[in-house]
Every structure is written in C-alpha cells, then in structure tokens.
C-alpha cells in the first residue's frame, strides 16, 4: 500500500539517507524562474530533517508519555522526545523527494496556512514598516512575533517567539510542526527560511510511520521512511495581503483608459452617460422591430408559434402534418 501512494505522490523513489541526499530535490524547487539553494541551506536543510525525525519504538513512545509528558503518537517534529534515535544516527534510513501537492497531500497549503506564516506577515512585514535592514534585526522581529496554536489539550495558547530560530549570513531560519494532509502521516515538519526582503522558502518533511509503533512491526519494517518536499519558494507579503497589507494601493487604477473616469461624466467632452441614455428616444425602424420581437415571444410557445418563427422547413411548409 505504501509503494502505491508514494509512487502517485514522488518525484523520486527511496535513496539512501547519505551526506549530501537532500541535492537530489533540487531538480523539482517551487517558485520563480532562476530559484536557487546554496551548498550552505542544503546543509541546514539535512541538519534539521537528521535531528527533528527519530526512531521511536512503543517503548519509547511509553516512555515518553510515563516520563515526559508526551502524548502516546510522540512530539513528532519538535525535537524534544528524550527516548528514541534520531535519524542522523541511523545507517539505513531511506529518503524520497516528495510533490508539494498531490492527490496524497497539498504541503504548500499545510506550509502556509498556518498561524505563524500570517503573524509573520502581519508583524515582521506589514507593508507600513521599512523591511528588516539586516539579518540580525530580522531575528529581533521574530523573536517577538505573536500567534495562537493548540497545546497537547487542544486549548488554544499564545506564544511569543518562532521555533528553532537560527540567523545566518542573508536570513532567518524557523521551524513548526501540524498534522498532515497526506494519507501516509500523522504528522509534518517545516523548515523555513526567510531573508530581509520578505522571501523566503520552506521545505516539508514527514515519516511515513502510521504502524511502525506497534509491537513487532518495528522488526517488520527494515528502513526508516522519511519524505521531503523540493524547496517552495514564496514572498510572504503578496503570499499573506490581508495581512501585510500588500493589497492597498494595488487593483484596478481609478483612471483605466485615456479619459479621465468622473463617474457619470466620460470622454473627451464629459459626455454624461447616465443622461444621455434616460434622454435617448428610439426611431421608429427600432420600436417596430421591437414590438415584432415582443410579439414572437407572447405567441411563440406552442404549434403556432413553431409554425410561424421556427427556423426548420418542415415547420413552415402548411402541409406538414402534425399527427
């Protein structure tokens, strides 16, 4: 069942998770012409995906919930579940590249509409504040960011400050975790990344581990799973308008063509339209061939009227016979 979905919703098959496999996505990035990741993102890219993805057993995940307050599926994409491998220890885990959207799962929408992609909008690029100079500035402005999500209880909580936020040489790299769209998940991870003009792309990963919890099926199963998304690329102020504020002051200009738009008023010698059409008087060619029109409608619903208007020779001729 598994070969079956991955091979409707994957650009590649499995590869070995070895230095330097998360290149193989590079081929399929999302976004405008002449999109590019440096040597140094792919590096992050596969940092975070070896450190946030582990191998849990049952026991593990037991453990969790007996010791660390984790719930029985585990904290799956945060990186703070105390028992278990991560990935990056392991030798036989596997990687596929995987399509944003498909019939399995749409992670461009699971990316982007979400709590933090709109308050990062709202408060780090509302089109009334000056774009972030530097990176470092950028990083004060997201540590500040403000947006609601549900706790372990389903409540919603507000939080102050992205997750795993690291600053680098041209951006801001940040991370958060949901539930997933697609039919093999329990749960997806975003790493994402976001320079001082407002752009910025995010990467999805996920385990494909809906069984491999249950006793014995760890056993069953002989390489751990993990999909990741091509980089999708975006400019978070067009992406969120109601939010950024990009919307105002674009649309249809007042003025749409050479003459000047005074409501009523229209051409080159302020013509008013709405005037002129409740002065204007038919000829008489036009009422008579509108009452010959008005006619044809009230009489031209039963034989009479096919007899008389239909197009068709055989119901004009007086000698069809109608029975």
């Known amino acids: 069942m598994l070969d079956d979905v991955t091979s409707r919703a994957a650009y590649t098959t499995y590869l070995p998770m070895k230095k330097g496999y998360y290149k193989t996505a590079l081929p399929f990035i999302k976004g405008p012409k002449g ?35 984790d719930d029985l599926m585990g904290t799956m994409g945060g990186g703070k579940a105390k028992y278990g491998t991560k990935i990056k220890d392991t030798d036989d885990s596997l990687f596929i590249v995987k399509r944003p959207e498909s019939g399995a799962g749409g992670h461009w929408n699971d990316m982007h509409n ?16 000056d774009l972030p ?22 409540e919603m909580v507000e939080r102050t400050g992205l997750n795993d936020l690291k600053v680098d040489n041209d951006g801001v790299w940040f991370t958060f975790s949901k539930t997933g769209s697609a039919l093999t998940e329990g749960g997806v991870n975003f790493r994402v990344k976001l320079k001082t003009n407002g752009k910025g792309f995010g990467v999805m990963s996920d385990e494909h581990n809906l069984i491999e919890g249950l006793p014995g099926v760890g056993r069953a199963v002989p390489h751990k799973l993990i999909a990741a998304t091509p980089p999708m690329f975006f400019d978070i102020r067009k992406l969120k308008p109601a939010q950024s504020g990009w919307k105002k002051g674009r649309g249809r200009p007042t003025v749409s063509n050479k003459y000047e738009n005074l409501g009523w008023k229209f051409g080159p010698d302020n013509l008013n339209v709405r005037d002129y ?10 009422l008579r061939k509108e009452q010959l029109r008005a006619a044809r409608k009230v009489i031209g619903g039963g034989m009479l009227g096919a007899n008389n208007f239909s197009s068709d020779p055989q119901f004009r001729d007086s000698s069809f016979n109608w029975n």
């Open 35 to 69: 999109s590019r990741v440096s040597a140094g993102e792919v590096a992050e890219i596969e940092r975070h995906i070896g450190n946030v993805w582990e191998t849990r057993t049952l026991r593990d995940k037991l453990k969790g919930v007996l010791f660390s307050g």
């Open 114 to 129: 979400t709590a933090q992609f709109r308050s990062i909008a709202e408060d780090v690029f509302p089109m009334s504040k």
């Open 133 to 154: 100079s530097t990176p470092a500035e950028l990083l004060k402005r997201m540590q500040k960011v403000k947006y609601k999500t549900k706790n372990k209880k389903n």
């Open 277 to 286: 059409m409740l002065g204007a008087k038919a000829s008489p060619e036009m």
